[in-house]
């Protein structure tokens, strides 16, 4: 089954590229990136260049007019630019595990979205990072990471379980089965079921409520918390405003209520204007 890899990013070529490095050394193949470009200057244009011929890779550049944060509108254009029936869904600062996308591939079933999760990583140990740390896997060794700046009581089992006990924490654990946008897989005909992601969110859980639109629409979530591992690189978060993300957790909370299952305001509604 082939694979299209929807990967969010605004300004952070540096981050962006060590994630790229991560999918050039994945185990499953037959993918396509697909870069969600929410207003990047050029250095993000010039950086997918180089890495296309560096990597091998397929990837394609969607891009839209900086005019804030518009995440979930790019995310809709990524969309509808998909090749592929199945669509993972992650950031532009979470490099993957070798066998990330195998998981997703093994784990996906008809009906069902999965969910994962991601390992916080602080910024000191975000750029010791480097290529061939992320070839070799080293940076996803717990060893390795102590020894870059990762505090020692960190919890290591989100990253270093193997796969008959990360398949059993994935049933034991007691945290909800949310639509992660860092690390989720769905079929792009539920997504287009359910009219995509809401355009009128900003930042603050508008992956969570797109995933209780699949929920109530009947696509049922599933954990691979313990076994699609990403870690995530640092950064900075100046587009948090508590308001906003209030207001989109009482929305989230009236669709899940509701049983709402589309948006009014999602993948139909795309204009040819930004």
Known sequence: MHLSVIISTYNSPAWLEKVLWGYSGQTHKDFE????????????????????????????????EDKGFRKCRILNKA???????????????????????????????PGYYLSGGYFKLPMDTSRAIGKDDILSGRCFDIGWLRQHGLSFWRKRYKISLGPTAARVMNHLTTTKC??????????????????????????????????VRLSNAGVIPKHVRF?????????????VDPERVNANRN?????????????DFGIRQLGDED
Not at 83 to 109: K, N, S
Not at 227 to 239: E, F, K, T, W
Not at 251 to 263: D, F, G, M, P
């Open 33 to 64: 990136v697909i870069i969600a470009d929410d207003g990047s200057d050029s250095r993000t244009a010039e950086l997918l260049e180089r890495m296309r011929g560096e990597t091998g890779l397929t990837i394609r550049h969607v891009w839209q």
């Open 227 to 239: 076994n699609a591992i990403v870690i995530h690189l640092d950064h900075s978060r100046g587009y």
């Open 79 to 109: 969309v509808l630019q998909a090749q592929h029936d199945y669509l993972i869904f992650t950031d532009g600062d979470c490099i993957p595990r070798r066998d990330f996308l195998q998981v997703h591939h093994d784990e996906a079933r």
């Open 178 to 211: 949310n639509f992660k946008g860092s690390n989720a897989s769905v079929w792009k005909a539920d997504v287009l079921k359910v009219n995509g992601f809401d355009e009128r969110m900003p930042w603050g859980g508008e992956d969570r409520e797109f995933g």
């Open 251 to 263: 929305l989230r909370i009236a669709n899940e209520k509701s049983k709402v299952t589309i948006t």
